[in-house]
Structure formats: structure tokens, C-alpha cells
């Protein structure tokens, strides 16, 4: 039996990668209380120093998996394909892509989180309709499945328990920004649901978790080798994310925004990552459709209508409205917007009330900020940029304060270089040299 | 109020040093149960690859030291002064030295451990003498070091109570080898006993815990640095430890070499680290005497037997035996023995029953190995080089597969060089640039 401090020290003194053995040993060592979250959490710290190799990424992710149930969707008629984003401000892509893709016969099983910290969480955007639950039990969601095409929900307790509460400790532990134990919280949540493709929309940009690009590609090839070793189709888009996405930074303003683009009124920068990320979907999942076709024709919101009401929800009733809303960030020019920053943005709709700083805190679904003027829009001297809602007029200050740095707003005499939203497209040919290394 | 996770980025990212004030609130934080041992044991890894700035350090042991009661030997009419030894195989040193310099006139309040691993403890060797006790109260500490000059005794659960639960955690998270730990560690505790003065004995080489001379020295300059920066005048010696010191390894054939080196019969290597030693210790006391005349009058083994007596020893009743002993590394060939693995022969008497895996086991008083042959002795072939003894024969196979290794004896055509066994003293003056720091 292996003896947890010498794994340990393996780990810190990076001699050699741990053993399938030693890591199948450590995940049902933690699981029955052997291993303390002590010594655990020393080991998390030590691979935040030097990483996973790709074998040791692979067995610890399978052991991940394998500390819950997995659920089986080969029953459906339909070829399940997901997706998963790293969390970006006004990222609503899932509420318009999730339905989308369905429409066009797709099976997307949308386990979802919620949101922690600048970036908002798709359940968290979807209860700020009346009536609707994120929980379902798993046969309500295959059911939904196989009725709608289309289920967004919060991931059950039975999946990757392991993940569970290796990520609560990263969090109190100071070990969450580890490219390995990321992808592998990630990877083993969407192996276990049972999807069989996925594709990864992984930010980088100031509003971004992985702020730096290089280190978002290698996370986005982690994962791409992560899930084609488990026989999951995986495809990953690097995307920017310097710049909220929409127009809309907050829970209910988000679905409104998200119900428009379905509608055929979405933003150009919204509707290209949506799309771009449909395409890759409907391309693992073997589906020849247009996902611009799919808008046009009203299937998409008919779809996302079908969504909302299988979950209690009521999609026709009116969203609810902030009691106070205020302007910020006047032009103190005329001239074309070069920069307006995606962490400020998120930063502030979180301090009105629209995310939590804990994840017991609860959030305002009417609280957030809505971006009057964005990069290589035109804007007069005096002219507002963003619009605060809140029900909580104290936290106008609270925003304006993550909004006050040098950095948040740019205005020059000229429009900003267009650059796509799309950095790169990891596909399994890309990673061919890590699967099975 | 810093919040812990901030604390362990700042120290994971290394990106600035701790404050005074953080590193006063983590100690208080954690005494009071609101920093978690899981988080600790984060930051304690996080430390363990960056280390502490020598600023830091002095206010990481203050911590430590303030976590607990200080010992006020102000009123001792001698001038106090101890010595640790970061601990080896055989080192029966503070056995001899401690009642040889109170012999000549110092008060040496030796607060010491028991062994973990393949070094033995102090308290472990004398308690293999028939009636003698390691827990004194405070009192009876004073009482002895005002009638006899010098006590050897267990640290009280009030000293650095900090430093034993950290201690505690390092153990089972593979969190010992880190210099600045172990130096405020052993600095916390030395520091607490209220000791003047301090000389360290630092040991280098397979059998030591440092192994490598260059960290073993950095060891030496961090803790003389911390001493003075303490108002402890704090003298280093780092010492050679290759081969077992003396010849007996094992408690009460540890103290049987002792009582024998103190009666004027001591082996020279053994004789050579006490006497350098004991030099070191009386110069930082402001006493003039010589160790050797001290030996020769009689005065230091009179001085050891009131020690034993003082704290309820019988130092004239006979000292136990084992009830097995059996010869071990027999001479394959004639020629002098250049190498007899320190390691291998600690790890040998530790399963014999000398030593103890964890904190919790009991030791062996007769349990140990006797070297019939030392490096710079000539053997001839089929002389046995070891003599194991115990009272569970079955160890003797256990012992064996320890002393099996390439290494462990080697046999040349010529004696090996004479090397010296002090190989650096640091002082006051080498760390100056430290002190302050």
C-alpha cells in the first residue's frame, strides 16, 4: 500500500510521475478518510508547482469519474454533443447555443455550474425566470432530452464526487490556478454526464480566468487530449475576452439579451462566437444545419421556449427589472471606443448585486450592467457608456469604485483594428502526440 | 484583516514577502481555528518551494515563540548555554557534553526530542537507565540547573506550542525539508528555553538529515542568524556524518559509550565533535576551561551521575541487555575499511527496535548494533564488521536487508584519508549581513 507522504514527496520533488496504482490508491484513500484534506491539499500545492504529466492527467481524471455514477445516454435517438465555457463577462453563448443546436437535432446535455466571483453562471441567468428549477433528477433530464433535444441543468451530487470536494479545497487552499487539476474538474464532470462530443469555449483576456493566451491554449489541449482519451469528441475555441460579450452584464438583462439574438436581434460579436461554436458541435455530433437558418426560421426560440417550460419555467412572463439604475462612465471626449475592460465590467455588475463573492451568498437576477457604447462605437464628449441596475442603490458606489482604474475605458481617434473573437480551434489531430502518451 | 487564501498566493506566486502583521494574524488565526490545517499545509508547501526572506523568518519564529510560555533563566548564577544536533547515528554527544561544560561551570538546560527515523533521541537513550524520568516541571528544571549545573529534559507542552502542532502537520504532509522550517522550528524552541547562548551541531552526510554540506551549511548560517537576531549568541559547527560516531548505536549501548568517553575511554571521533563542542560553548559563556582536564579530574562524569540521580536515575544500576545478538557485514576480503554507511547501520538499529516509525511507538532500550570495525580500521576476510543486537530475534532479517545495499561496507588495499569532522564553524560575524536583515 502505497503511504501518502512518499506520494507527496514524489509530487514535490518531481522524480517521477505517480503510478495509475498510487493515484487509484490516493482517490479511495481520500474517500475513505485516509488521506486527510491536509495532506491532500499539500499535494494539490505541490502539482500547482509541476503539474500532471499526460498519464497521470489521464488516471486521476478516470479516478475522478469513477469516484461517482456516469450517466448512460446511448438510449437517446439522438447524438449528444455539450459544451463548456471557462467563464467570461456577459457569456451568455449557452442560453442561445444550448437550444440552437438542439433545434437542429442535436441532444445537448447542459450540466451546468453557477458563478463564482466576476464571471456569472448560466443556472444563475436561467432562475431569473419566473417559475424556473435548475434541479432535475436524472430521469426528468433524459426525459427532457429526448422530449426537447435540450436540458440546462445543475450537475447532480452523484457525478465525480471526488471533483466535488477536491475543488472546494482548491478554493480555500489556494491551488485553483493549476492548468491539470482545472482540466481535470472540468473533463470529469462532462465524461461522467456521458456526452459524446464536446466542444470547449476556453476566454483569455482581462475577463478571462486564463488572462494569458498561451496558457489558455495549453488548458484548451488538455482538454482536447483529456476528452479524446476518454472517448469523448473534443474540439476547443480560444476565444477572446477582453470585452464583455453582448451588450448585457447580469442575470435577467443577459436573458433578455440571449432571447433577442434566438429572435434574430442578437450583436454581431455574440451571434459570430455562438455560431462558431454551433458549427464545431453540429460537426461532432455528425449533423449537416445552418445555425443562422436555425434562427431565421424561429426553430431555435422555439426550442429555447420548450427548454424553459420542461423546467417550470414561463417563458412569456416579463423579466424582472432593476428598481435603480444609473449612468457610468461618461466620454470625457469625442472619438471611437478603443477599450472598454472586461474584468472592470464584471467586476462591477458583481458588486450590484449580480454574482457572489461565496457560494452560499445568493444573487441579484435584476443587478448588472448593460454597455451603451462598446469598442468601435463612435461616442460625443459627455455621453454615458454603461447603465447600472441594482435594487441596492448603496452598491452604486461599490461599482463605480471597479470602475474607476486607469484601464477600463479608452477612447481614441480612431476605430480599433478589428480582431476576431476566435483565437485558435484545438481539434483531436492537434493533441494527437499527448492521447495515450 | 488579511484572509488566508490572499496569504498562500502571495507566498505560492512569491510575489512579495509576507508582512509582520500577516504573519502575526496566520499564527493567531490558526491558534484560533480560522485558518484551516489544510491551508496551512498549502501555505507550508508554497513555503517549502520559495522559502521565507530572512525578515520573515525572524517574525515567523517570533510567532512561534510568542504562541507560548518563555523560560526566564535569569535568576541561574551560572551563565547558561545549550546545544542541539540536528541528529545522527550514534551521536551520544549531549550525553557527554552537557554535564562536562556544566562541569566547568556553565548551566546547560538541554530541552530535547526523541528520535524519529533512523536518529536516535537524547531522552530515549537515558531513559533506558533503570529510574530516570524526562518530564520535569518548570521548578524542578531551575532546581536542577541551580544544584548541578545542567538537565536533560522532555520541553514542556508550554514552549512553542505553535511550533509542535506545525511540526505535527509538516510530518504527515511532506513539508519537513524546508530550511527556513526547520530552522525556526528548532530556533522557536531554543529560543523559548531562555538560553544566552547556543551552539548548533549541524550534520552533513548520508547519515544526516541534510545530506548535501552546502544546504547543511545554509542550514547553519539561517539558525545562527535567527539566534541573534533573538539575543542568542549562536555559534554553528557543521559536522561530518558519514559513518556512525563512536561505535554503539542504540540507546543503552549509547549510554554505556557515553559513561565510558566520560570516564576518560572514549573513542577519538567521538571525543573530537564533544571536545570542539564544548570549546565553542564555554567561549560563548565566558569560561575558561579545558573539556579534556575536565574529563581527566573525574569532574564531568561526577556531574553526568548527579544529572541522572537529580531526575531519579540509578547511574551505578546495570544497564539492560538483549537477550540476541548476532554478527552481521562479514569481511569478504583483508584490507581497511574505507566506508561504513551511516545510514544503513541507523536504519539497521532502528528496526532492530532502537527507533521508532511513529511518534506514537515505543522504543527498545537494548535494541541496537555495535561497530567491531570502523573506516580506517584493517580487517581481515571473514571478521564480522557489525553486532546486532535485540530482544526479537525476527528483526534480525529486517536489520539484514537494511545493511544489504552496495554501499553500505567497502573494503580497499589502502586507509582512507583522514578527514576532519568539523568541516565549517559559523559565527556571529559570518551572518551579520543576515541579522537585521
Known amino acids: 500500500m502505497p503511504d501518502v507522504v512518499s506520494l507527496i514527496h514524489v509530487k514535490r520533488d518531481n522524480t517521477r510521475p505517480l503510478t495509475d496504482a498510487e493515484i487509484d490508491w490516493l482517490f479511495t484513500a481520500y474517500a475513505a478518510g485516509e488521506v486527510a484534506d491536509e495532506q491532500m491539499a499539500a499535494l494539490l500545492m505541490a502539482i500547482y508547482f509541476h503539474g500532471l504529466s499526460a498519464a497521470e492527467l489521464r488516471t486521476w481524471t478516470g479516478a475522478m469519474i469513477a469516484s461517482g455514477e456516469t450517466l448512460d445516454l446511448s438510449q437517446l435517438t439522438r447524438p449528444s454533443v455539450d459544451k463548456h465555457s471557462t467563464g467570461g463577462v456577459g457569456d451568455k453563448v449557452s442560453l442561445i447555443l444550448a437550444p440552437l443546436v438542439a433545434s437542429c437535432g442535436a441532444a445537448v446535455p447542459q450540466l451546468s455550474g453557477r458563478g463564482l466571483g466576476h464571471t456569472g453562471g448560466t443556472l444563475d441567468k436561467l432562475e431569473s425566470i419566473p417559475g424556473w428549477r435548475a434541479s432535475l433528477s436524472n430521469d426528468e433530464l433524459i426525459r427532457a432530452l429526448d422530449e426537447v433535444g435540450v436540458v440546462i441543468t445543475a450537475a447532480g451530487a452523484g457525478l465525480a464526487p ?224 454603461l447603465e447600472l441596475h441594482t435594487d441596492d442603490p448603496a452598491r452604486f458606489a461599490l461599482a463605480a469604485e471597479a470602475l474607476d482604474a486607469a484601464g477600463t475605458l479608452a477612447i481614441g481617434s480612431a476605430p480599433p483594428p478589428a480582431t476576431p473573437l476566435v483565437v485558435s480551434v484545438i481539434s483531436a489531430a492537434d493533441v494527437a502526440d499527448q492521447v495515450g502518451a
Chains 1, 2 share one sequence.
Not at 483529456?226 to 477582453?242: I, N, P, S, Y
Not at 433578455?256 to 434566438?262: N, Y
Not at 461618461?330 to 465590467?345: H, K, P, S
Request: contains cysteine; proline residues 4%.
Open 162 to 385: 471526488a471533483d466535488r470536494r477536491l475543488y472546494a479545497l482548491r478554493d480555500v487552499t489556494g491551488t485553483v490556478e493549476s492548468i491539470p487539476l482545472i482540466a481535470s474538474s472540468i473533463m470529469s464532470k462532462k465524461i461522467a454526464e456521458g456526452t459524446s462530443a464536446l466542444v470547449l469555449d476556453v476566454k483569455t483576456g482581462s475577463g478571462a480566468f486564463m488572462k494569458d493566451p498561451d496558457r489558455a491554449g495549453q488548458l484548451a489541449r488538455t482538454m482536447v487530449a483529456l476528452g479524446e482519451e476518454h472517448h469523448v469528441r473534443t474540439r476547443a475555441l480560444v476565444t477572446r475576452m477582453d470585452t464583455p460579450l453582448g451588450r448585457a452584464v447580469g442575470n435577467a438583462l443577459e436573458v433578455e439579451e440571449a432571447v433577442k439574438a434566438l429572435a434574430g436581434d442578437g450583436p454581431d460579436d455574440l451571434l459570430d462566437v455562438t455560431f462558431a461554436l454551433a458549427e464545431h458541435m453540429l460537426e461532432l455530433a455528425g449533423i449537416t444545419a445552418s445555425p443562422s437558418e436555425a434562427i431565421a426560421s424561429g426553430r431555435a426560440l422555439d426550442t429555447y421556449r420548450r427548454m424553459i417550460r420542461i423546467q417550470g419555467g414561463d417563458p412569456d412572463a416579463p423579466l424582472p427589472t432593476a428598481r435603480h439604475v444609473q449612468h457610468a462612465l461618461i466620454a470625457a471626449e469625442d472619438g471611437w471606443v478603443t477599450r472598454l475592460d472586461a474584468l472592470a465590467v464584471g467586476v462591477a455588475a458583481w458588486r450590484l448585486g449580480a454574482g457572489r463573492a461565496r457560494k452560499e451568498d445568493a444573487v441579484s437576477s435584476v443587478a448588472g450592467v448593460r454597455c451603451l457604447a462598446k469598442p468601435g462605437d463612435y461616442v460625443q464628449r459627455g455621453q454615458p457608456i
